[in-house]
């Protein structure tokens, strides 16, 4: 149940934000920024560890590159969206419902491996619930910061796409317990794919000018911190919970 309304808060308190701060564009991508660092060291340092110990030795690497893959496909559907692309959706060259089955899918999948997860608030919700706080901020900006903000009273297919995409991860988690639990490796490896491939390019997108962008490196630097901080704390309290 904490999985659940955290999983729903951190959309709600991103599109909140959004709504409010949404025309600050450079606030959208620092979070990003920050998101990708933290999203990229639950990866290296929880997801794939798991993968490769469940079954060493096994092709579960191709799961991964499913995974990215995967991902790949989604962005055709939602223009780079979950990158911080979000300029690309203002002028609605965009249909909102191949952006919002896009971030479905997205976070559907995500959900999955949740199911299975030994302790209630691991790192890899925490993960998701950082990755999600700024697609919330950007897709509360886009809904409700658009031409037509003019009506004070946000739209009912907004507030439906706000309601799918915070009930998404766990509609995934809900049918994640219904796989046998030795499928979950798989489903952790597509998803780490699917980690790898965005906070890689958020990360790894250069700027313009191609000039070294201290900001960006100190917000990438918090953001592994803040990974490895929550990693040592979850490692020790799981040593106390086996004492």
Known sequence: ???????????????????????KEKLAKNLLILSAGFLIT????EVFPQVYTAEPGSSLGIFVLIGVLLQMVLE?????FEHGHFHHHSDHNILPLALMVG???HAFIEGIPLANEEHQLSPYL??????????SFILGAFLFNRKDESKRTPSYPSLLIVALFALASP???LLGN???PDLQPYFLAIVGGIFLHISSVIIFESNKSHNIDWV??????LGVSLALIMHLFHDHSHLEHHH
């Open 1 to 23: 149940m904490v999985t659940v309304i955290l999983l729903i808060l951190s959309v709600i308190s991103g599109v909140f934000l959004g709504k409010h701060f949404g025309k």
């Open 42 to 45: 639950i990866c290296l340092n």
């Open 76 to 80: 055709a559907l939602t223009k780079g």
């Open 103 to 105: 971030l479905f899918i």
């Open 126 to 135: 925490w993960g998701i619930v950082f990755h999600n706080l700024p697609i």
């Open 171 to 173: 509609m995934g988690m």
């Open 178 to 180: 219904y796989f046998n």
């Open 216 to 221: 960006k490196i100190g917000l990438v630097i």
